[in-house]
């Protein structure tokens, strides 16, 4: 099975500093989820990406996926505390039945220190 | 309008309890999907219906029983759960069944068995 591996477990930055999150899979990724989620809440999407080198900005947060297809990184400039959250990488893994299934990494919880 | 919708946001139930959770969505998406997620870990997939047939019934014991009336409403009935089935329930749907593609994530309901 695919499985996603995060890093790093969890990242405390100061307000201002700019910050990596990467997502690992030991197999091709065709389909790369990025969402945000707060404690207790629903999760936010924030991009998709589909090509080996594509790379996604929206405001402040730019994701990559490599040419590879088997590792994508999200990077946050200049944090704010809006930023704080879990952040999930999710990838479609085609099943036995022909269904596409979200795969979650584990995720990574991002703290900004005021 | 690009949300969806659950309730209740919070549920407290006993063993003996039949309870349902409610999520609805009125973007024309095909496929919508129950997802359970326990603390600090990723969301794991339970349900899955395309075009208002369940395809996905990802090993569910029977306590849960999914129920979609219509292209926009996705319920899950709860009966004789245990503790261990405490965790935040979270609703999605995307435009097209096959599972590919962006997901839209509801708010979650946090279900505590007592």
């Known amino acids: 099975s695919q499985e996603l591996e995060q890093s790093p477990q969890s990242l405390i930055v100061q307000e201002g500093k700019n910050l990596t999150i990467n997502c690992t899979s030991s197999k091709t990724l065709y389909g790369l989820y990025w969402y945000k989620q707060k404690y207790g809440e629903g999760l936010i999407f924030l991009m998709m990406l589909q090509k080996g080198g594509e790379e996604k900005s929206h405001e402040k947060i730019t994701a990559k996926l490599d040419e590879k297809k088997q590792q994508s990184s999200l990077h946050i400039t200049a944090s704010q505390p809006s930023h704080a959250g879990i952040y999930l990488c999710g990838a479609d893994v085609l099943q036995s039945g022909g269904y596409q299934k979200v795969t979650f990494g584990t995720g990574t919880k991002l703290q900004v220190i005021p | 309008d690009t949300e969806v919708t659950q309730t209740p946001k919070h549920l407290v139930m006993g063993m003996t309890n039949k309870k349902s959770l409610k999520c609805e969505q009125h973007?024309?998406?095909?496929?919508m999907y129950w997802y359970k997620q326990k603390a600090k870990k990723p969301p794991e997939l339970m349900f899955v219906y395309s075009y208002e047939k369940l395809s996905i019934n990802e090993s569910v014991p029977s306590r849960f029983s999914p129920e979609c009336p219509n292209s926009s409403l996705l319920n899950l009935h709860l009966h004789a759960l245990q503790p261990e089935d405490s965790a935040l329930y979270l609703c999605?749907?995307?435009?097209?069944?096959?599972?590919?593609?962006?997901?839209?994530f509801g708010p979650g309901t946090r279900l505590t068995v007592l």
């Open positions: 999605a749907s995307s435009r097209t069944p096959g599972g590919a593609g962006r997901k839209f």
């Open positions: 973007m024309g998406h095909r496929a």
